[in-house]
């Protein structure tokens, strides 16, 4: 109990440090090499630690004999802080969805892709549009002037991607509480969980809601019921780990390899698994790669159109 309390003020210490801005010189760049995870809610630092300490302890425990130091879980508020942390050479790998990679590596311009996460025994998802069972509803054209329920700017399935299908089909996002919104626009609302997106809409909060297919699939039967799927997007990756474009080499083919290798045995499928439902790491496929690149003009919003 002592050393979870000792890692837990760790973690939270960490998190105070990134919210304290300092200057990038303030910072000198740390021999360990540090995972970064972001906790945008007051009461996720110790829920972050919780999903991703037995990660870190493996990697720890693995990398220590090739002389490969890992330090503490760093815990950044938002993207751009996390963002920052990469900039200064503070943070050395993140592990994310595709959406909010290509936002660091855009920002920090510092974030290379290397593997893929594969969640579940799932390497790609889809983002689904869902309604009351009983609406009129029945394309993304019907969404013009309505509201959509979405869960958090930073994810992928829940925010990003249904705003490019959005886009694709020639119709703008806007915040609900837009002053000047146009009519035909479609507004949003975060509903910050999946499940309170599909009871706001079962509950006239938003007349449509977007997110994963897992997510579908997880909602309670009489919950899915009661909603109706009435357009998918196009797959896209699960998740990445993406490193610091500077770590030394060599570093970075230890890390990959242990990384590759947790699915191996018992222990690592375990922090696999915390690391919320991670089934194994896979090196990305030249296609892969350019999917990535190819999703980076599509998702981001300054290369929307």
Excluded: C
């Excluded at 230890?254 to 439902?277: F, Q, T």
């Amino acid at each position: 109990m002592t050393a979870r309390v000792g890692r837990v003020t760790s973690a939270l210490l960490t998190l105070a440090t990134a919210v304290s801005m300092a200057p990038a010189h303030a910072v000198p760049p740390s021999p360990a090499i540090h995972l970064g995870v972001i906790a945008e809610e007051p009461n996720e630092p110790d829920r972050m630690f919780s999903v991703y300490a037995p990660l870190v302890d493996q990697l720890r425990q693995r990398l220590a004999p090739g002389g490969v130091e890992v330090g503490e879980l760093v815990i950044a508020r938002d993207l751009d802080d996390l963002a920052q942390r990469l900039s200064r050479r503070s943070v050395d790998f993140v592990l994310e969805s595709l959406f909010p990679t290509l936002a660091l590596r855009e920002r920090s311009r510092n974030l290379a892709p290397g593997l893929l996460v594969v969640r579940r025994g799932v390497s790609e998802y889809r983002s689904v549009f869902f309604t009351r069972g009983d609406s009129r509803i029945r394309t993304l054209a019907d969404l013009k002037g309505r509201t959509l329920v979405l869960q958090a700017i930073r994810s992928t399935s829940a925010f990003a991607l249904p705003r490019a299908e959005l886009v694709r089909a020639g119709l703008r996002l806007v915040p609900a509480d837009d002053a000047a919104v146009d009519p035909a626009a479609v507004r949003y609302v975060l509903a910050l969980a999946e499940v309170n997106q599909a009871v706001w809409v079962l509950h006239g909060k938003g007349d449509a809601g977007a997110f994963s297919d897992g997510d579908w699939q997880a909602l309670p039967a009489k919950v899915r019921a009661e909603l109706r799927i009435f357009a998918r997007s196009r797959p896209i990756q699960r998740g990445l780990v993406a490193f610091r474009a500077d770590l030394a080499p060599g570093t970075r083919r230890a890390l990959e390899r242990v990384m590759l290798g947790l699915d191996e045995d018992e222990a690592g499928r375990g922090a696999l698994a915390s690391a919320a439902g991670i089934t194994r790491f896979e090196r990305l496929s030249p296609r892969q790669r350019q999917d990535v690149l190819d999703w980076g003009r599509v998702l981001l919003p300054s290369r929307l159109h």
